[in-house]
């Protein structure tokens, strides 16, 4: 599942293929096939435009248009975007091809249907009505800002840093490695945390977050240190004698390390 290193790979990518090119049309897939609402009048909106700029705020994409207002990705689990040449046919599980003017095109396709699409005119009014919290890579969130986000809650860790509403961009995959690198089994609760923490997990979360962003989310890549370089259960754990463990929590599989992540 795309998560923030992930959609800002998309992102970059995003950036450099699709600015600046005017939009010829749109079309649309079935409809029925994405989950949420399709935004309304998208052809309206889009043709005759073009993109002019992107943002990503946690897992969500948004690229803004010449006219205002921003067309917004999210990519669900298997969500993607490819660019089409002159004489590519729409990829399968295609929801929207944007054509442009050049004849080349923009496809948003999604085989498990569990992205969306979304229209916006503002991004604070996108922020507000999706209740999303800062960016895991906000420039703003500070050790001290972060801490306050969690300090006084009951529930477990590893939901808590996934919860978009409280920080936005971080899924399965990269709070399993926060905790990891801090020695922090997954049924961990926020109060019986150790004093003090707060600041390696913001450090480890910032760290493990540029670093993807560098390796475009190629976790092959990582140093073997990092989880995320091999997450199979059974692997030896790089920073003890134990080995890697998974198991369902909260309807996510979890893996860890029982050696030292107590
Ligand atoms: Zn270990």
């Given at each position: 599942?795309?998560?923030?290193?992930?959609?800002e790979?998309?992102?970059?990518?995003?950036?450099g293929?699709?600015?600046?090119?005017?939009i010829?049309?749109?079309?649309?897939?079935?409809?029925s096939?994405?989950?949420?609402?399709?935004?309304?009048?998208?052809k309206?909106?889009l043709t005759?435009?073009?993109?002019?700029?992107?943002l990503r705020?946690?897992k969500?994409l948004?690229a803004?248009t010449?006219?205002?207002?921003?067309?917004?990705?999210?990519?669900?689990?298997?969500?993607?975007?490819?660019?089409?040449?002159?004489?590519?046919?729409?990829p399968?599980?295609?929801?929207?091809?944007?054509?442009f003017q050049?004849?080349?095109g923009l496809?948003?396709?999604?085989m498990?249907?569990?992205?969306?699409?979304?229209?916006?005119?503002?991004?604070?009014?996108?922020?507000?009505?999706k209740?999303?919290g800062?960016?895991?890579m906000?420039?703003?969130?500070?050790?001290?800002?972060?801490?306050k986000?969690?300090?006084h809650?009951?529930?477990?860790?590893?939901?808590s840093?996934?919860?978009?509403t409280?920080i936005a961009?971080i899924?399965?995959?990269?709070?399993d490695?926060?905790?990891?690198?801090?020695?922090?089994h997954p049924r961990?609760?926020?109060?019986?945390l150790?004093?003090?923490i707060?600041?390696?997990?913001?450090g480890?979360m910032?760290?493990v977050?540029?670093l993807?962003?560098?390796l475009?989310?190629d976790f092959?890549?990582f140093?073997d240190?990092?989880l995320?370089?091999d997450?199979?259960a059974?692997?030896?754990?790089?920073h003890?004698p134990?080995?890697?463990?998974?198991?369902?929590?909260q309807g996510?599989?979890?893996?860890?390390c029982?050696?030292?992540?107590g």
């Amino acid at each position: 599942m795309p998560e923030l290193p992930e959609v800002e790979t998309i992102r970059e990518d995003f950036q450099g293929r699709f600015l600046g090119r005017k939009i010829a049309g749109v079309s649309i897939g079935n409809e029925s096939r994405l989950r949420s609402p399709f935004p309304e009048n998208l052809k309206i909106r889009l043709t005759g435009t073009e993109f002019t700029g992107t943002l990503r705020h946690g897992k969500y994409l948004l690229a803004g248009t010449e006219r205002g207002g921003y067309l917004v990705f999210h990519f669900g689990m298997t969500g993607r975007l490819d660019e089409l040449f002159p004489s590519d046919p729409a990829p399968r599980f295609c929801r929207v091809t944007i054509r442009f003017q050049d004849g080349g095109g923009l496809s948003f396709s999604d085989m498990r249907r569990l992205g969306s699409l979304a229209w916006t005119d503002g991004v604070g009014e996108f922020l507000r009505l999706k209740d999303l919290g800062p960016d895991a890579m906000d420039p703003e969130l500070d050790p001290d800002r972060f801490e306050k986000i969690f300090e006084h809650r009951r529930a477990l860790l590893k939901p808590s840093l996934m919860n978009q509403t409280l920080i936005a961009g971080i899924g399965n995959l990269y709070a399993d490695e926060i905790l990891f690198q801090n020695g922090i089994h997954p049924r961990v609760g926020i109060p019986d945390l150790p004093a003090g923490i707060f600041e390696a997990l913001h450090g480890s979360m910032r760290d493990v977050l540029a670093l993807s962003i560098r390796l475009h989310a190629d976790f092959s890549r990582f140093p073997d240190r990092y989880l995320l370089f091999d997450r199979r259960a059974g692997r030896g754990c790089p920073h003890c004698p134990g080995k890697l463990e998974g198991s369902r929590i909260q309807g996510r599989t979890a893996v860890f390390c029982p050696g030292h992540q107590g």
